[in-house]
């Protein structure tokens, strides 16, 4: 009998000939650490242009171990995670960026972690108290580290780090994610159908590294991948499908703070004009009818701004709430739908092992009917 896989790593790899050899060495060596485990590579070639393609080609026949898979062209980075996860046949699935900008030494410290904490999907974290980050372009820092900060507060996880490709899985949770995304916004769509799937996710602090010296002896120069604008677009959509509530409350709060704002000033002059009535009327409700008339002969449009910023506000706010009841319920029955699954996968699998036994069990008796022998 075949021994089950334990651990499936996915690498994609996109014009990587310079740096693949070494990347594999070290992503085996740290692999062969736990022998009790069984594990399996698989090498994604995103349309490579260079040598890619035949070095990875020559790492899997000199490894059964290692799986590749090849695409046509450069279809993106989440194109390629998606086939290696359609790959993966190990319980726990990991995914890893070809240069080794995290050390593969975190390769079972994700894998304990997921066992450890209970957790469908663990994130190497290098904005976490105690992780990392090192030689990484002041501008590319700069856009990653406030990208993430943004995506933290409107993300449901505690988690500080939420772009980044270093990950553990539980293998059977992949499927349920129904992952579409074919570029580097696939992490950001796991997380948020982690969310909505009410999936743990939890983060190991690690170091970031971008090993700049070590590329330059290779006869090539760390150039960022990430186009800036793009990834400012992704991030404000994904923060925007992450928590919409979130936007139309902060909007709400807005209007309804500048409406009670104008309508409180609008207020005090008021009765700054009744206070200055009263000795002549002596009367509070003259004072105030004379105050407000005062009032809003010399300040309507502040009364009528006002009101009608509160009003919108109050329009807004509420709709927000109705935003995140109907996310509440979404989510619910998504998350009733993917046991409802379960169930009737379990029931599908009791019903082909009753067939089986039964089918066993009629053979037995044809047999005996037959005059076979029970005994040799």
Known sequence: MMRSIDLTMVIAAYNEDAIMH??????????????????????VNDGSQDGTAALLDEA???????????????????RALRTGFALARGATVLTWDADLSYHPDYIWQLYDTLFARKADIVLASPYAPGGVVRNVPGYRLFLS?????????MCPYPVHTITCVV??????????????????EIQL????????????VVELPAVLEWRIEKLQAAGISRVSKMRILQSIQIYLQMGWLFRPSIIFMLMGLLFLLTGFYMCGWFGFRVLAKAVDVWPDVHSISQAVTLGLQEGFLEYPQTLLTGGMFAFIGLIIFLFSLVIKQSHYYFSEIVRQNR??????????????????GKESMKGSDEALKGGAPLLP
Request: proline letters at 2%.
């Open 22 to 43: 070494a990347t594999i060495v070290q992503v085996v060596q740290v692999l062969e650490m736990r022998p009790d485990l069984a594990w399996e590579l698989i090498l």
């Open 339 to 356: 046991i409802l699954n379960r169930r009737l996968t379990d029931m599908e699998g009791s019903v082909v092992q009753m067939r089986s």
């Open 60 to 78: 899997a026949r000199a490894d059964q171990r290692i799986r590749v898979a090849h695409h046509p062209s450069n279809y993106g980075q989440g």
């Open 145 to 153: 580290r406030w990208g993430n900060h943004f995506l933290a507060r």
């Open 167 to 184: 990950r553990a899985y539980r293998r059977e949770i992949l499927d349920d994610l129904l992952l579409s995304a074919n570029g580097m």
């Open 189 to 200: 769509e796991t997380i948020l159908k982690a969310s909505i799937h009410q999936l743990r």
